[in-house]
């Protein structure tokens, strides 16, 4: 395992991507990451709470039409994660916090594809009142995209080592 | 060089020697600061996405009453906002993309401000 780190650490694109000095590769990825998280958890949690009865004049069926969006934030975050995980592979992959955050976050698109399916992708939406079951996932989904929030949070603060010696801020 | 008068007075608040003294306080409030950018960023996001013409099938009155939630968040990042300042004024006092930072969420929070909501009739 180790030798594998350190053969993806040691590459050029990690030294690239971790030793560019320019804020246009790095602070980039990073903020095309939490651009991401903001639009892929925050709407998704939008959705939630119009599903709870939030905002309860806001019809439904036309909320499908904003999942494109969603998907699109997850492609984004997906392959500026693994870019991240590219730069600094050790660090994510020694800390067990970094695989609850991976299975949080495949709870949470699993939760949010049943949510489409059950309420948005039926025809009979608007005509009839949200199932108690749907109200519940919808709960369950808020608590797990705050979960996933706070798990890729604190990665930052989690991490013991890294192979490159860069001491742990805390 | 002598601290200005202001980073004195920062560095000897209560609220400056709590976040030094209590280690867990950081990644607490960064982690409610982050909550707070996903509501504001989600529930605007969707809303403007509607003014852009985005599921025309919603009424903007309808899906505006998510932005209260998205205010929630703005309230969370600001309370948090100053417990990070007060806890490391010199990461952003002397740093230019603080204060850019600060005029857009300025810029952004007046765009709501006033909070009220448009009257079905006037969409």
């Excluded at chain 1, 050790?90 to 709870?107: C, Q």
């Excluded at chain 2, 200005?4 to 608040?13: G, H, L």
């Excluded at chain 2, 309808?62 to 968040?73: C, E, K, P, S």
Aim: net charge positive.
């Amino acid at each position: 395992m180790d030798s594998f780190l350190a053969f993806i650490e040691n590459g050029a694109l990690s030294t690239f991507i971790r030793e560019t000095p320019t804020i246009f590769v790095f602070p980039a990825i990073l903020t095309l990451h939490t651009i991401g998280m903001g639009v892929l958890a925050g709407g998704g949690i939008a959705i939630d709470l119009r599903i709870l009865g939030f905002a309860p004049k806001m019809a439904l069926a036309p909320i499908g039409r904003f999942f494109p969006v969603l998907w699109l934030a997850l492609v984004v975050n997906a392959i500026s994660g693994i870019l991240l995980l590219i730069a600094y592979p050790t660090k994510a992959l020694t800390n067990p916090l970094f695989y609850v955050k991976l299975l949080l976050i495949a709870l949470a698109v699993a939760v949010l594809l049943r949510l489409k399916r059950r309420i948005f992708d039926d025809p009979r939406i608007e005509r009839m009142p949200i199932e108690r079951g749907d109200r519940r996932l919808a709960v369950i989904s808020i608590a797990i995209w705050l979960a996933t929030i706070a798990a890729g949070r604190l990665l930052a603060y989690t991490y013991r080592w890294e192979m490159l010696g860069i001491p742990a801020i805390t | 060089m002598d601290m200005e008068p202001w980073e004195v007075w920062v560095r000897s608040t209560d609220l400056h020697f709590f976040v030094l003294r209590h280690p867990w306080m950081w990644p607490l409030c960064e982690t409610i600061h982050y909550i707070g950018l996903s509501l504001l960023l989600g529930t605007v996001g969707l809303f403007d996405l509607r003014a852009l013409g985005m599921a025309k099938g919603i009424a903007p009155y309808a899906i505006h009453r998510l932005i209260r939630w998205g205010i929630a968040g703005y309230a969370l990042n600001i309370i948090t906002g100053i417990v990070f300042f007060f806890g490391y004024p010199e990461q952003y006092a002397y740093n230019d993309a603080f204060y850019f930072k600060a005029a857009f969420m300025g810029i952004a929070g007046s765009t709501s401000w006033p909070s009220t909501e448009p009257a079905p009739s006037a969409w």
